[in-house]
T-cell receptor, first 115, second 112 residues
Framework: EPEVTQTPSHQVTQMGQEVILRCVPISNHLYFYWYRQILGQKVEFLVSFYNNEISEKSEIFDDQFSVERPDGSNFTLKIRSTKLEDSAMYFC?????????????FGDGTRLSIL | GESVGLHLPTLSVQEGDNSIINCAYSNSASDYFIWYKQESGKGPQFIIDIRSNMDKRQGQRVTVLLNKTVKHLSLQIAATQPGDSAVYFCAEVDSGTYKYIFGTGTRLKVLA
């Protein structure tokens, strides 16, 4: 069964450094998402992306965050200058079409640890 | 405001028994609902979904019930197995924005 893959599984970075989290969505999916989950808390929406542009972003997704689809398969989340509070699990998800009643499929996440 | 919440943070059941996990939602504009299973160290895994024009949907060993009158969603797992141990959370999807709103989750522990 096709799945969303994310790399790396764990990223440790010094505060102030830039990180790039990578995702390969399911191949025939057109809608892409990033979510964040702080330990023990609920999954929080960061950003949605379609047709090479951001569709929607949350308050969490401030100027230090950016997303890109550099080629036909990868979808990346960049955090420019990491802060301690950026430590969390980051999940990528994808969805096939525009219809609201389709499930998003998630990767297994990248655990980001900021020191 | 929008919120999705769970009544029971932890549920312990005997292996072989049925499990019921509940979820309350408050956004009247939500018309699609999904249950996800999250095992330790993994991402949310789709289990079952239901549209608002239905009140019940069955899958393999799982059933989702939707009560729009009281804005309540439940997940029933039949003959619970050790492999069902995980955190389960519901998501509601706004019919206008298609935005997902997740609940905090219920941890299901299956006792041997």
């Amino acid at each position: 069964e096709p799945e969303v893959t994310q790399t790396p599984s764990h990223q440790v970075t010094q505060m102030g450094q830039e990180v790039i989290l990578r995702c390969v969505p399911i191949s025939n999916h057109l809608y892409f998402y990033w979510y964040r989950q702080i330990l023990g808390q609920k999954v929080e929406f960061l950003v949605s992306f379609y047709n090479n542009e951001i569709s929607e972003k949350s308050e969490i997704f401030d100027d230090q965050f950016s997303v890109e689809r550099p080629d036909g398969s990868n979808f990346t989340l960049k955090i420019r200058s990491t802060k301690l509070e950026d430590s969390a699990m980051y999940f990528c998800a994808s969805k096939q079409g525009a219809r609201g009643n389709q499930p998003q499929h998630f990767g297994d996440g990248t655990r980001l640890s900021i020191l | 405001g929008e919120s999705v919440g769970l009544h029971l943070p932890t549920l312990s059941v005997q292996e072989g028994d049925n499990s019921i996990i509940n979820c309350a939602y408050s956004n009247s504009a939500s018309d699609y609902f999904i249950w996800y299973k999250q095992e330790s160290g993994k991402g949310p895994q789709f289990i079952i979904d239901i549209r608002s024009n239905m009140d019940k949907r069955q899958g393999q060993r799982v059933t989702v019930l939707l009560n729009k009158t009281v804005k309540h969603l439940s997940l029933q797992i039949a003959a619970t197995q050790p492999g069902d141990s995980a955190v389960y959370f519901c998501a509601e999807v706004d019919s206008g924005t298609y935005k997902y709103i997740f609940g905090t989750g219920t941890r299901l522990k299956v006792l041997a």
